[in-house]
Every structure is written in structure tokens, then in C-alpha cells.
């Protein structure tokens, strides 16, 4: 939702779409994910049955068909999912409508606009092209951060999931499982980065890959 929400706001710029979703982003970061977790929650209170308080699963999960459950799991996903996500989406729309915007402004892109080309061709065949390449180094940084710092959103919504147990065994002192939970998040950062750089290759030619012997 990033991406093409930030390409509206900069083709759109100082327009009042532009400013409203200037707004949404400076909101979006500035609030921690605690505060969007215990506003969410409170959201979920007042709006029952429209969405679940808590947990992953309902009451008669077990006696629905194999459609009904993980229809029911993600409607149990949503307001978890909005609470991990906002921030990180926040900050990725402003990097793309503030990296397309520098791009705009290239004396290629005044050129192709001579030449004729219609605007959507200048915009997502010329300029995005290279507008993207700093959103899809961050993106890697952002597969690693799913680890760390979930627990806080799965606690409120009481939601078992990863960040919520390796914070039971950090209290816990399980040495093996904090290990673990390490080298997981090692691993989840070095193939983040290996399929930012595997997409940059494939999005900008210039990247040339090297023959390792």
C-alpha cells in the first residue's frame, strides 16, 4: 500500500490528497506501536462483534470447514496486522513520495514529457523505475524487523505468536530459545537483504551482479 499511495501523493503534490496523506504518515510514525495497539484494542471493544478483541482463533474454530478457519483467522489478523504495519507503511509512503518527487525533477524525465510519452508511461516506466530502488533496500531491513518487536501488539491482542513467546523466554531465561530466536533473525536479515538485492538487479540494469569463483 506504500508504494502506490506515495506515487499519489507525489504526482499529487501540495494537493489536498498530497496533504491528507501527509497527515496519515506523520500520524502513522509518530504514534508507537503500543499506542496503536491500546487505540486499536479499545477500537475493537466498542465495535464488538465487528471485530475480534483477542486471540487467534474463535470459540467454534474447530466446527467450521477448512474455508471457515482461515477465513476466521484472518478476520482475527486484522487489527494485529494494522497495529505491526502502520508505522513501517508510514514511513515507506513519505521514502517513495519523497524519492519520486527528486525524480520528477530530472532533466530526463522534462525530456520524455517532450517527446510526447503520455504521463502514466513518464511516471511508472521512467521515473518510478528508479524512484523505487531506496524503498526496496529498506524493505529488506523491514522483513527482519517482523521478529522484533511484535510482542507488544501480541500481548494486546493475545495473539500467540513469535514475538510474544522469545519475550516469555527472555523473562524466563531460556538460554536455548533466545539462541534460537537470534539466530533467526539473523538468518531472516541476511535473506532480506539477499532478495533486496536479487529485486534491485532486477529492477535497475546499471546493477551489475558479479562472477564469484
Not at 106 to 111: G, R
Amino acid at each position: 500500500m506504500a508504494l502506490p499511495l506515495g506515487v499519489i501523493a507525489a504526482v499529487n503534490q501540495n494537493k489536498w490528497g498530497d496533504r491528507l496523506l501527509q497527515i496519515f504518515s506523520y500520524t502513522g510514525q509518530g504514534f508507537p506501536s503500543l499506542i496503536t495497539a491500546l487505540a486499536l484494542l479499545i477500537f475493537a471493544q466498542n465495535t464488538s462483534p465487528l471485530f475480534p478483541v483477542g486471540g487467534m482463533t474463535s470459540i467454534n474454530h474447530q466446527d467450521m470447514t477448512w474455508l471457515g478457519k482461515i477465513l476466521d483467522i484472518g478476520w482475527h489478523m486484522i487489527l494485529p496486522t494494522i497495529a505491526l504495519s502502520i508505522t513501517s507503511f508510514a514511513g515507506l509512503q513519505r521514502l517513495t513520495r519523497g524519492s519520486l518527487l527528486d525524480v520528477l525533477r530530472q532533466d530526463y524525465i522534462q525530456t520524455a514529457r517532450a517527446k510526447g510519452l503520455s504521463e502514466n508511461k513518464v511516471i511508472y516506466v521512467h521515473a518510478l523505475r528508479n524512484a523505487i530502488n531506496p524503498l526496496v533496500t529498506l524493505l529488506g531491513f523491514e522483513f527482519a524487523s517482523l521478529l522484533g518487536g511484535a510482542f507488544i501488539t501480541e500481548t494486546f491482542f493475545n495473539w500467540p505468536g513469535l514475538g510474544r513467546l522469545i519475550f516469555q523466554a527472555v523473562t524466563a531465561k531460556d538460554i536455548y530459545l533466545v539462541m534460537a530466536s537470534l539466530i533467526m533473525g539473523a538468518v531472516m536479515l541476511i535473506v532480506g537483504n539477499l532478495i533486496s538485492d536479487l529485486l534491485l538487479k532486477f529492477i535497475d540494469p546499471r546493477i551489475k551482479l558479479e562472477n564469484l569463483q
